[in-house]
Nanobody, 126 residues
Framework: QVQLVESGGGLVQTGGSLRVSCAASGGTFSMHCMGWFRQAPGKEREFVSA????????YYVDSVKGRFTISRDNAKNTVYLQMNSLKPEDTAVYYCAAGGPFWATTLKVEKGYDYWGQGTQVTVSS
């Protein structure tokens, strides 16, 4: 059983930057591909980014490519999402999730993940 706790959300102005973190416990972090999703008010939760176990392979949704960077520190059992050039449309609750050990296209959808954090709010003001 893996427990995930997100942190680092907050309020930032358009064009600003924020880094959210997700600390894992209760399992072998390095055995899991990790992902970030987000859910804006009134919308379904959507995929944002994913990273392989080693950190060598990543996915991004088109809307964040070039602005967001996912990374992980397996020694610290933590995955990060660095968000730059933030826009009001990035406002959402951001969730991290832990998936299986193998890199696959299912990491772009919720069913590719077994464990979820509680989320952290990111608000971008215009």
């Amino acid at each position: 059983q893996v427990q995930l706790v997100e942190s680092g959300g907050g309020l930032v102005q358009t064009g600003g930057s924020l880094r959210v973190s997700c600390a894992a416990s209760g399992g072998t972090f390095s055995m899991h591909c990790m992902g970030w999703f987000r859910q804006a008010p009134g919308k379904e939760r959507e995929f944002v980014s994913a990273i392989s176990r080693s950190g060598g392979t990543t996915y991004y949704v088109d809307s964040v490519k070039g602005r967001f960077t996912i990374s992980r520190d397996n020694a610290k059992n933590t995955v990060y999402l660095q968000m730059n050039s933030l826009k009001p449309e990035d406002t959402a609750v951001y969730y991290c999730a832990a998936g299986g050990p193998f890199w696959a296209t299912t990491l772009k959808v919720e069913k590719g993940y077994d464990y979820w954090g509680q989320g952290t709010q990111v608000t971008v003001s215009s």
